[in-house]
């Protein structure tokens, strides 16, 4: 997600007149990553950041199934693709969580 923080943060710097920083360090991981799980977390950036269950952390799997009939997604594929983004989502949502809890 630092990869979303820094083009927010390049757009800031565009508006002001201010230089541009190199993405290098920020996109590169994606070089290193396998398609379909870059393509998942594209998914999961476009459609499902913040879509939680109630208070807790889990995702909102009604969500889930509105994000897939708004990408088109073959309908065969939904239950994999649950899978890893509940997979996706928990690891996000971990790495979320303030330190001293």
Excluded at 36 to 54: I, S, T
Excluded at 89 to 99: G, R, T
Aim: glycine content about 6%.
């Amino acid at each position: 997600m630092r990869e979303g923080e820094f083009w927010a943060i390049q757009a800031r710097r565009r508006l002001r007149g201010g230089p541009e920083k190199d993405p290098e360090p920020y996109v590169s991981w994606r070089e290193l990553s396998r398609p379909e799980n870059v393509a998942l977390l594209d998914f999961w950036g476009r459609y499902l950041r913040g879509q939680c269950a109630g208070m807790s952390d889990a995702l909102n799997i009604l969500a889930v199934r509105f994000a897939f009939e708004l990408d088109e997604t073959p309908r065969a594929l939904w239950p994999e693709l649950t899978e890893r983004l509940i997979y996706v989502h928990a690891l996000i949502s971990e790495q979320l969580q303030p330190a001293d809890k």
